[in-house]
């Protein structure tokens, strides 16, 4: 038995876990918000305990502290020597990366360098490997990457047709996000539906504040609708997704914004809230739907007619699906969101029922369909405690 961190750094939070491994039993969890902000909040999670503290953090490296004086004082943990290993979300790997790795100084420069294709998150992300790397030195450390699952999209697919060169010279082409999430539910789906991963054809829709379509074929992932950053594709909690790129010089060159404000406009003012402009909030947008608010029912058909748009592409891509996927906060706890991605679907052979879809259940097809609709709640910390247990198992480490 170890104990197995799995930490994911945000911009201005970290959210951690410790996993008692083998048996993936969650022993602490817990997020520190409002880093680097008047009024950090430190919250925990532990056996039947909750905790919730506010102070100050100035940055990753005191949350990091804070955290395993945390740990210890609530013993969590006796000693830090417990924590067999650290597995870190790393938002952007570029092409570097293709696979989780063991966190060496040379990872760290590959990390930082390629930093500004995700400069909110890769820095956070580099603060908290080196934090960590110090505080605990006898702890194996493993970075996970967002980007590694898309890594087998073919090149028709990640390309963008702007000059070739472009792609040689500057890597500017498609990435994709939430990698380890759609891999975890397609893995999960094939052992819902008992069928071998490598046999299916998968769309998987991780809809949460960031929201992504994946299609995934014999578990690799070919195709998904972010980017060259995490803006891309489908419209997002306060991200416009994909528009027209020429939008952008003619709100510079015609309307007089900075490039800067039309850059922020477009990742925290637009989305579901920019249009609805109620909220970016999808319980707030079904509750004002739901009194008839038109601008809230227009948001719901925006979004669930993207995400039908890239099913569709998906499936036509892939010559079929046998697995439909919902997960993240909408996905997994939206009925409306799926009844009506799925209603625009019977074409494919996609069913929903109303019952099964009410409840929650596993699978909400109806029975004998050929195409299963499932919803799995995703786990990416355990994702990353999984790739670190099978690091922490080789005798090379
Ligand atoms: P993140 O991308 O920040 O990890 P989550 O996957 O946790 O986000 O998803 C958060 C979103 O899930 C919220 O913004 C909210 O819109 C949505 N959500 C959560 N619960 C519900 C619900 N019961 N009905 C509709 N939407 C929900």
């Known amino acids: 038995m170890q104990k ?20 993936e039993e969650v022993i602490v969890k817990g997020l520190i918000e409002r880093i680097g902000l008047p009024g950090a909040i430190f919250n925990m999670s532990f056996q039947n305990e909750k905790m919730k503290e506010v102070c100050k953090i100035e940055n990753h490296g005191e949350a990091v502290e804070i955290l395993l004086d945390q740990l210890k004082k609530h013993r969590v943990i006796k000693n ?44 956070a992300n580099i603060i908290g490997i080196k934090t960590f790397r110090d505080l605990l030195p006898d702890a194996i450390s493993v970075a996970v990457f967002d980007t590694a699952f898309h890594q087998t999209i073919p090149e028709e697919n990640f390309l963008y047709a702007l000059p070739y060169a472009l792609y040689e010279k500057h890597h500017i082409r498609k990435y994709g996000f939430h990698g380890t999430s759609h891999q975890y ?13 490598e046999k299916l054809k998968i769309i998987s829709c991780h809809l949460g504040n960031g929201a992504s379509v994946c299609a995934i074929e014999g578990g690799k992932s070919v ?10 594709g489908l419209m997002m909690g306060t991200r416009s997704g994909t528009i027209d790129a020429t939008i952008i010089p003619y709100l510079v060159d015609e309307l007089g914004y900075s490039l800067d404000e039309v850059v922020q406009m477009m990742s925290t003012e637009s989305g579901v809230l920019g249009v609805s402009g109620i909220s970016s909030d999808f319980r707030d947008i079904e509750i004002a739907a739901g009194e008839g608010n038109s601008r809230a029912l227009l948001t719901l058909r925006m979004f669930t007619g993207q995400i039908c748009n890239y099913i ?11 697995a439909l996927l919902f997960t993240a906060g909408v996905g997994e706890n939206s009925p409306l969101i799926r009844k009506m ?33 499932c919803i799995i709640p995703t786990n990416e910390e355990l994702m990353i405690a999984r790739d670190v247990e099978n690091y922490a198992k080789q005798p090379t480490r």
């Open 80 to 123: 830090l020597s417990e924590i067999a290993g650290v597995g870190h979300r790393v938002a952007h790997g570029g092409e570097e990366f293709v696979s989780s790795c063991i966190v060496t100084d040379e990872v760290v420069k590959g990390i930082e360098s390629v930093a500004s294709l995700a400069p909110l998150h890769n820095p």
């Open 312 to 322: 569709g592409a998906y499936a036509s891509a892939m010559n079929g699906c046998d």
């Open 4 to 23: 197995i961190m799995a930490i994911n750094a945000g911009s201005s939070s970290l959210k951690f876990q410790i996993f008692e491994m083998p048996g």
């Open 185 to 197: 539910v397609a893995g999960k789906a094939a052992e819902v539906l008992d069928k071998p991963l």
């Open 223 to 232: 195709n998904t609708s972010m980017g060259f950053t995490p803006n891309a």
């Open 341 to 373: 991605v799925t209603e625009q679907l019977s074409y494919l052979g996609v069913t929903c029922d109303v019952t099964k879809n009410n409840a929650g259940d596993m699978i909400i097809s109806e029975n004998n369909q050929a195409v299963k609709v």
